[in-house]
């Protein structure tokens, strides 16, 4: 009983670690080179809810023309206004390990935040090491706005995470500059690029509202 108990106190320890905390894991694939499809750590199974059909809501005129200006992309390319709002206000937070609001946040907790608060995803995991477990793999080019991207900073597997937005940029809470907007292959982020890939989503036929 004893040595149960410690073990499930393990497991909870490590749900609550965040994204500068994570522990190396086996990176998916690795298990099984001869396998077309990724080996992972836990349950390949989609078991990331949405709160309902997904509701596109339009952009304001202003988000349009700064954030066509900022990606590099025609205006009619900024379609989600959730998304971009998004971004307004969360833009410029300081980083602060295990945080999880405008006075600082860490990588993990503003990819849980804005899953949430973007996409109605309610059970996203909190931290990096079981964020890594609920993508489904993509090549670099076939990323699209929303997707997740992780990082191996410091030798440490997928230590860092964030979301790909359009035209080669992502979004992510920077340890010095905080959240910011950068291109993907910035040659200071880039090489640390380790894939990226859509969160599996349980709910099947979700639609896509107000264009």
Same mark, same amino acid.
């Given at each position: 009983?004893?040595?149960?108990?410690?073990?499930?106190?393990?497991?909870?320890?490590?749900?609550?670690?965040?994204?500068?905390?994570?522990?190396?894991?086996?990176?998916?694939? !690795?298990?099984?080179? /001869?396998?077309?499809?990724?080996?992972?750590?836990?349950?390949? #199974?989609?078991?990331?809810?949405?709160?309902?059909?997904?509701?596109?809501?339009?952009?304001?005129?202003?988000?349009?023309?700064? %954030? !066509?200006?900022?990606?590099?992309?025609?205006?009619?390319?900024?379609?989600?206004?959730?998304?971009?709002?998004?971004?307004?206000?969360?833009?410029?937070?300081?980083?602060? %390990?295990?945080?999880?609001?405008?006075?600082?946040?860490?990588?993990?907790?503003?990819?849980?935040?804005?899953?949430?608060?973007? %996409?109605?995803?309610?059970?996203?995991?909190?931290?990096?090491?079981?964020?890594?477990?609920?993508?489904?793999?993509?090549?670099?080019? #076939?990323?699209?706005?929303?997707?997740?991207?992780?990082?191996?900073?410091?030798?440490?597997?997928?230590?860092?995470?964030?979301?790909?937005?359009?035209?080669?940029?992502?979004?992510?809470? /920077?340890?010095?500059?905080?959240?910011?907007?950068?291109?993907?292959?910035?040659?200071?982020? %880039?090489?640390?690029?380790?894939?990226?890939?859509?969160?599996?989503?349980?709910?099947?036929?979700?639609?896509?509202?107000?264009?």
């Amino acid at each position: 009983m004893k040595l149960k108990y410690t073990r499930l106190l393990m497991l909870l320890c490590i749900g609550l670690y965040s994204c500068s905390s994570i522990k190396k894991t086996q990176r998916p694939g !690795s298990a099984n080179a /001869s396998s077309n499809q990724p080996q992972y750590s836990q349950p390949v #199974e989609p078991t990331i809810k949405r709160l309902g059909p997904y509701v596109l809501e339009k952009p304001d005129k202003d988000d349009v023309d700064k %954030y !066509s200006a900022l990606l590099g992309v025609k205006k009619t390319e900024i379609k989600n206004g959730r998304l971009y709002s998004f971004l307004n206000d969360w833009l410029g937070t300081p980083y602060r %390990y295990g945080g999880l609001d405008k006075e600082g946040v860490d990588c993990s907790g503003f990819v849980y935040t804005l899953q949430q608060q973007v %996409y109605d995803i309610e059970n996203m995991p909190r931290s990096t090491n079981l964020q890594i477990n609920f993508i489904k793999r993509k090549y670099e080019d #076939e990323l699209r706005e929303g997707d997740l991207v992780f990082f191996d900073f410091d030798g440490r597997q997928f230590s860092h995470v964030g979301v790909y937005l359009q035209n080669g940029y992502v979004v992510h809470a /920077s340890t010095r500059k905080g959240v910011i907007i950068v291109r993907l292959k910035d040659p200071s982020l %880039y090489k640390y690029f380790s894939r990226g890939g859509s969160v599996m989503v349980e709910r099947e036929g979700d639609v896509e509202k107000g264009r």
